[in-house]
């Protein structure tokens, strides 16, 4: 059994945000592997499943990219004067609820925003994905 531990989601990255995601949108049979990436079967947008070796949508566009057809309804950045952060919504149509999150790139961003929606503002990650 993996322990877990209680993470703010808008501090996840790397596998544990992967994790996250994966949990978010349903995914079945979330395994790690010996080094450190999430395998899993997640839901396509055409309503079929898919199995990955390498789930990870906050830096696949392959992966991360339907999620923000399916997920997430807006975008944009904000720049400071010293860095650039992207911003994504999240909404769920069923209730109507929308969730803004932050991040260095529009995929991490996005998987934020899913996973504030769907699980909430603290998640829990298996302790080996925390960096």
């Not at 990436?37 to 566009?61: F, R």
Request: with cysteine; charged share 20%.
């Amino acid at each position: 059994m993996t322990d877990l531990i209680e993470v703010q989601t808008s501090t996840l990255a790397g596998a544990a945000l992967d994790w996250a995601v994966a949990k978010a949108t349903g995914a079945d049979d979330l395994r790690i592997t010996a080094a450190g990436s999430i395998c899993c079967i997640y839901e396509l947008p055409c309503g079929s499943g898919c199995w990955t070796e390498y789930y990870q949508p906050s830096t696949d566009w392959a992966v991360g990219g339907p999620l923000l057809d399916t997920h997430c309804k807006g975008f944009g950045v904000v720049q400071d004067g010293t860095a650039s952060r992207w911003r994504s919504f999240a909404y769920k149509a069923e209730t109507g609820m929308s969730r803004i999150a932050g991040g260095e790139s529009i995929l991490i961003a996005a998987c934020r925003a899913i996973v504030t929606l769907n699980l909430g503002d603290i998640v829990q990650v298996p302790k080996e994905l925390i960096q």
